[in-house]
């Protein structure tokens, strides 16, 4: 999530990316923020997708696919 107490979505993948085992991680970012800029931003920073709560569980599982590379 974008918007956590102690470290926001963005802190915590800066954080992730600072240790090489795990730069490769593929991260999604659920959380209720739509802005386009922080979109980017979390792009910028290694984000591998967004998607915005509400969801259903369709499109988690169809982005999890995606970024793991799974037949669908």
């Known amino acids: 999530d974008l918007n956590m107490p102690v470290m926001n979505g963005f802190e915590f993948l800066t954080e992730l990316c600072k ?25 910028a920073l290694g984000l591998t997708g967004w998607i915005v709560k509400p969801f259903n569980p369709a499109q988690l599982k169809q982005a999890i696919t995606r970024v793991l590379r799974l037949p669908a």
Do not use: N, S
């Open 19 to 43: 240790v090489p085992a795990l730069t490769r991680t593929p991260v999604l970012m659920l959380t209720t923020e739509t802005k386009d800029e922080l979109k980017q931003q979390g792009k």
